[in-house]
Every structure is written in structure tokens, then in C-alpha cells.
């Protein structure tokens, strides 16, 4: 048999398992043309809670009684096309179900002699191609500037932390855990951290640890700690809207400081990037990020949670910050 | 005697004449190497009000007790220095002064038989290159895109939309007066306007007037009309935040809709722009708002106001909408 999870229902606020149905369907049969898929490594990501929603947005909504689809590798387990072998790996935006067939469209093959298997959801994956591509098409940081990161300890944020070392910047990271940031400093080597969970003046602290104020800031947050952060922000300041996983969960339309006469007072940019907008620069964006892993410029982790059946509970995890770094369910 | 104005102290909320001083000084004598200029027209302008506080910002705020300044068309009266003869006329940042003298630094000549001396503070100057700048900087308009504009009978605003018209665009103008919105369809060439005071929708008036939404946005308002603009935007939109009139009196912190998950969701760029950050390309901006001139692509409007003590209140009148395109002070 095949196990399949379907959205239930749109979450209102923070999603729970009730969202989500387990249903069995009969393990399909590929057609001639198709290959047959086995998952068995499963990416959750926070981007994901906006799908859930009945919204246009850069991708069409998920639909209530249809299955999820996130980021999977998967093993080529029959192949009735001749682009693809039994046996092999391929990466590609893939449905929450043990088994499915594929005609190959959109799915890259992956080698697990380079690198594990995992890694290809995570820093040679989307994610570390969204903190690289977030930075070389926006934030283009300089080498003397300062760099500020929220989520700092996450799969995306612990990434462009690095990179931002590796470009000469001061780097500062923003996350909700001791822990985490002692780990973003120990592990990832940014200069300096700041506990939001135990900070009662963000503001105040980002002028601390940022004494000569944010040049580029790469937020995976939204909300107040980005206000904090544009009122620290620099001249020519670039600010990369990557994420707001603070608002994901609100329920109410969010409100905050405007932020329109800053942005005109110190010729700012801000912009909103999404990584599917630059598919054609994936290739290059993997390949650099394989280097530096290769000369060791750039560590990552990963929360690995086993079973198919945890995919939802890995997924509602996120937003309790969970996870260390990138989260993978392996099946 | 020379009439001097100061700024007496820093307005609260919307400017009045008390925040104005008048005082008279001894006309000053050009030392060797200095020219003595005789004011001839003013430029007042609402980005005025934001020297006004007491702020960081892209240049240095007014002083208590200190002359005003804005740009202005002098005549030369009297001359020591090489670069310089009696009866030329400049354009530059210049005190609210009847004379002052300059070193030269910072002037411009300005040749009255090319154009009219008052287009050099208007279509000519820092508000058509203001237009032109931040279309060509951050807006990109594209042919058969859709401009917005906001603050459109402006003397920015104006030359925005007609330029978008020149490069193949819908142009859809915002203001606030019928005979406004009449004016730049019908003097302008916009494709529609919407009254933003006798509109109760400001979100559903932009949908009607953009069926195929908003591309770039040129905002010279911010505030609530931003907020519509940005709940019309397209993916892949452009806002140039040019300036935020609704917004320079307001004596608390404003508050409104958070952006960021916008941008995200659509990949928008947000700018803030300041002409000032753009001064070698004045130029090549210049002439081709003057070539465009002369081939009648662009009409302008200006309200021309007389005397040296009508400075102040020509400033205050901007925020209620008096002026027709670019306010100027004739001395």
C-alpha cells in the first residue's frame, strides 16, 4: 500500500496535526514514459504555511483533500523512461506519498558519491541557494560592511551568515535560544549574536552588536525585529525579505511602523525574493556553495526526524524553532 | 538692506508662519574670489519639511536660528572671481536670502535663452530630473506595463506620468482635486485618474483603473495610498518611494498594513529614492528632458508666486494642495 497526507484543513494560526489526513492509496503503476518513486528524504520548510492558505501567492495555494508537496528526494524504483535508471536518485518538488509516479519533468538527478543524499535539500539544495542567491542578487554585501541575519541559527540564515564571512562583513545573527546562539558564533563563526527571546530593546541591542550600523540585513523573520533592524539600518542599506515566518502564523492582517520615509531618508532597498524567481542561476549557485563546502568555508546542520508519518509534526515543529538547522524527515 | 528668513523654530505638525523669521542684515561684499548674488526665483518644496526636524537624514537638518535654504535662480550683481560674469544667471542650493555671496562652489549656470529661467526649478531641474532619475533608476517602466502615480498634478508627479506615457505605458494619475484630475488627463495625456478625496475604495478605485494592475508604482504621497497601490501590485512590481507628503506633518510615529509579506509573496522591490544620490547622471537626465521638450512630449505647470516675503507661506500652501506643478517664487 501507499500512504498519502492530505491538507484536511487551512490551519487558522499555527498549524496542527488536525490540519493534515493520512489516507492509503494503491501503489500507482508508471506508465510508459514514467518512472516509479520511492521517497526517502522528505525537506519541511516554513514557506510551506503560506501555501496552506487560500491566497495567490508565487506558487498556486494547496488544496483542501489534495496531498502536500515539498522538497523530496526520492529512489527511481521502476523506469519505464529512458532518461532515468532503477536505482538512482532524483531531487525535485515531489507529493507527501510513499510512492508516485513521474514523467521526469522538473526533477534533476542527484549523486550521492559527491555529497550525502540530505545535503541536496539543504545547503546544495534550495535552502543554500536561497541564502546564496538572496545575497549576490540583493543584499550584495561588501566587503567592511556589517551584515545582519534573523533566523541566524536556521538552515537559510546559518548559511548566509557564513557566506557573509566569506565576503569580508562583519556578521551579525539574530535567533531564540542560547543555544542557538552560541552556536551561530562557535559552529558558524558570525561576529557577534543577539537573543531575541531574552532582549527587551532589540533596537538597542542591534546598535550594539552593530556598531557601525546594518549595511545588508537578511531577514527570515519579518515583523518587529525588522523594524528594530531598519532603525538601525545604514545609507544605501539593502534589506533581502526572504522570509517572515514571526507573521505566517497571524491570523489578524499585521500592522507596524511605516516604513516609507525610512526608505527615503536613506536611499534603502527592500525586496521581497523568492528563489524559484531565478532558476537559471541554480546551477552556478550549487556549484560555488560545493566548493566552499569542499575547502570547508561552510558548515551546516540538520534535524532528521524518521518516518513518513512524521512529516506533519516535523512541519508544525518550525515554528517552535525545533529544529537546528535544515529539518528533513527521512522515510 | 537684505531680507533674510530664519527658521524660528521647527514646526509642529503642519508648518505655520510662526515658525518663520524675517530679519534684516547689511547687504554683504563679495570678497576676491566671490560673486554676489541677487535672488531671482525660489524653489519651495515639500521635502523642505523634513530639514525641518531635528533628524538624520540625507542631508544635514535646518537649524533654530539659522537661514532656510532651497534652490534658487540668482543673478550675478557683482563678480571677483574668474569663473564668473555680472548679468549671468545660476542655479543652485542657495540661502533665503534678497543677496548672498558664493565662492561658486555648487552653482550651475543656466542659460536663459535656451529656456525659461523658472524651468531650470522645475522640468529642467531637481523635479523633472527627480521624475526622470527615479523611473530610470528603480521604476524600469516598460512598454505596455502599468505606471501608477501618486501626487500626479505635482511638479514630480507630472513629469512621471508623461514620461511613462512616452515609454508605452498606462499611466494612471492620483490627486486630489477634480480640476487635478481633469489636468492630467487632459493637459498630461495620463489614461485615468482617481480622486483620492471623494474616493471611499482607494484600493478597489486603483483595481478599476489598473485591470491589469499596477507594475511600478511612483509614490510621492506614501501612507494610505501606498498601502492601496501595494494591494494592487503585479509580481515583479516596482515602487519608488519618492516621497511621503501624507506623511511629513504627522507628530506620532505612523503606523499601517506591514509590507513585507507583500514583497515576499511577489518579488516587489520597495526603493527609497532621493535625486541627490544620482548627481552624475543630472546631465544626461537634463538633456533629455529637454529634448523631449522640444518636441512637445512634455507639458509642465507652475504656480508662480511674488515677492521675498511670500516664501514661507508659498511652502505652508504645498500642503494643502494650492499649487498647480512646480510653486516658484519670483523675487
Not at 74 to 98: C, D, I, P, R, T
Request: net charge positive; glycine share 10%; proline share 4%.
Amino acid at each position: 500500500m501507499n500512504k498519502v497526507i492530505l491538507l484536511k484543513k487551512r490551519p487558522k494560526g499555527r498549524p496542527s496535526l488536525d490540519d493534515f489526513e493520512f489516507i492509503e492509496q494503491k501503489k500507482p503503476n508508471p506508465k510508459e514514459g514514467e518512472i516509479l518513486l520511492k521517497t526517502k528524504y522528505v525537506s519541511v520548510d516554513p514557506y510551506l504555511r503560506g501555501r496552506m492558505r487560500d491566497e495567490k501567492s508565487y506558487i498556486e495555494p494547496f488544496e483542501v483533500g489534495k496531498p502536500l508537496e515539498s522538497g523530496i528526494i526520492a529512489e527511481v524504483v521502476e523506469s519505464n523512461n529512458k532518461n532515468f535508471e532503477k536505482g538512482e536518485f532524483v531531487n525535485g518538488m515531489l507529493q507527501w506519498k510513499q510512492f508516485q509516479t513521474s514523467n521526469g519533468n522538473g526533477l534533476n538527478k542527484v549523486d550521492n558519491e559527491k555529497a550525502p543524499l540530505k545535503a541536496y535539500l539543504g545547503i546544495l539544495g534550495l535552502t543554500g541557494i536561497t541564502a546564496y542567491l538572496g545575497l549576490d542578487k540583493i543584499g550584495k554585501p561588501k566587503k567592511g560592511e556589517t551584515l545582519l541575519v534573523s533566523g541566524a541559527a536556521g538552515a537559510v540564515g546559518s548559511v548566509a551568515g557564513q557566506i557573509g564571512k566569506i565576503k569580508g562583513c562583519r556578521v551579525v545573527g539574530i535567533a531564540g535560544s542560547e543555544e542557538k546562539i552560541d552556536r551561530i558564533q562557535e559552529k558558524f563563526g558570525f561576529d557577534a549574536a543577539i537573543n531575541y527571546k531574552t532582549t527587551d530593546d532589540m533596537q538597542k541591542a542591534i546598535a550594539e552588536a552593530c556598531p557601525d550600523g546594518v549595511d545588508v540585513y537578511f531577514d527570515n523573520v519579518g515583523g518587529e525585529i525588522l523594524d528594530a533592524a531598519l532603525a538601525n539600518i545604514n545609507k544605501y542599506g539593502r534589506v533581502i525579505n526572504c522570509g517572515a515566518i514571526s507573521l505566517y502564523n497571524k491570523t489578524e492582517k499585521p500592522t507596524g511602523p511605516r516604513v516609507e520615509t525610512t526608505l527615503i531618508k536613506n536611499s534603502i532597498l527592500m525586496q521581497g525574493f523568492t528563489v524559484r524567481d531565478f532558476v537559471k542561476d541554480f546551477g552556478p549557485a550549487q556549484k560555488q556553495l560545493a566548493a566552499w563546502m569542499e575547502k570547508d568555508k561552510l558548515s551546516y546542520l540538520e534535524t532528521v526526524v524518521e518516518g513518513f508519518e512524521s512529516i506533519p509534526q516535523a512541519f508544525i515543529d518550525l515554528f517552535d524553532g525545533k529544529n537546528k538547522g535544515k529539518m528533513i524527515v527521512v522515510v
